[in-house]
């Protein structure tokens, strides 16, 4: 049975890593660290002490890497989606250089890449789209893609999906979860043990629900950060769901008609702001018992915290 959880308060609100130039993806370590996808530090870590510095040596965005999502492997390498020019998914020690994890799908290369979870021998990598420039964001694009990138080889696990965003493996492995931002649903597939999807099922949210990062807890709840109206979802086993908190932009009613008449632009999107969070885009749990919420957010320069009366899953990382 779940716990019942009460819709969190802006002012339980704190942050750090103040000074953070977008931090889209946040990790937590177990030694306390926060580690965020940033496209001035290329991958930033906040110290446990609120000191806030490079992750790596390299400079990634002198390279012209822009990393987007993030993961960190069993043994302390990170994988990154890169939105720069080169596209793709890569793989950077604390040392360097940069290598790529997958550039290549069908001898098609792989373009702008969104999000990388680690999986072991294995990683999953979305494509938002696989186009390079939109004018618009809408619930009609219809190409985005789940790759499986597993011993050297990539694969097209699941495709025809819209603004695919994260991805989460439930806590027992059985199932693999992948937000549609614009299509402002979830989608739950089944996981064979060769890593190919089947089965899939959704959850729609109203059109004003924008899903972008996830993460689960102990219960096997899957919390789920929203873009441009700031929300916080929790989603239980069943596919049902509550709202937990939400700091809409006081024009957020315009974004969302903008969205539905197919004319929601990035200018649009970007400008986004709450009066605390701004396109909020990703949830970890962390601190010594799991049970610290960071958030971060597209148009954010720190990360926000709450605390969670339940417990997160740990991530690959951490286990």
Do not use: K
């Not at 020019?85 to 994890?101: M, Q, S």
Request: charged fraction near 20%.
């Amino acid at each position: 049975m779940l716990t019942t959880i009460e819709p969190f308060a802006l002012h339980d609100l704190t942050e750090v890593g103040v000074g953070l130039d977008r931090p889209e993806c946040v990790l937590a370590a177990p030694d306390g660290a926060l580690y965020t996808g940033d496209w001035t530090l290329g991958i930033a870590q906040v110290a446990p002490d609120g000191t806030l510095g490079r992750a790596v040596e390299v400079d990634l965005v002198a390279e012209g890497f822009r990393p987007n999502g993030i993961a960190m492997t069993a043994d302390g390498d990170f994988l990154f989606a890169n939105m720069g020019r080169a596209g793709g998914a890569w793989r950077v020690g604390r040392h360097g250089p940069a290598r790529p994890l997958t550039s290549d799908v069908g001898g098609a290369p792989v373009p702008r890449t969104n999000f990388v979870l680690a999986d072991g021998d294995r990683a999953w990598v979305t494509v938002s789209s696989q186009g390079q420039r939109h004018e618009h964001f809408t619930a009609e694009e219809d190409s985005g893609q789940v790759l499986l990138v597993r011993e050297g080889r990539t694969t097209v696990a699941a495709e025809g999906l819209n603004w695919t965003n994260e991805v989460r493996l439930s806590p027992d492995g059985r199932h693999l979860f992948v937000n549609e931002t614009f299509a402002c649903r979830t989608t739950r597939y089944d996981v064979a043990e060769d890593g190919s999807l089947s089965g899939p099922e959704r959850v729609v949210y109203p059109a004003d629900t924008f899903p972008d990062g996830m993460a689960f807890d102990s219960e096997g709840a899957l919390w789920i950060a929203c873009v441009i109206t700031n929300r916080l979802l929790r989603l239980a086993p069943d596919l049902t769901w509550t709202m937990l908190l939400e700091d809409a932009d006081p024009d957020a009613a315009a974004l969302v008609a903008s969205h539905a008449e197919g004319r929601l632009t990035w200018p649009e999107i970007s400008a986004s702001r709450g009066s605390r969070l701004a396109n909020l885009s990703s949830i970890a749990f962390g601190g010594p018992d799991l049970t610290t919420i960071y958030l971060g957010g597209l148009g954010a320069d720190r990360i926000h915290v709450l605390s969670s009366p339940v417990a997160g899953a740990p991530m690959e990382h951490g286990r």
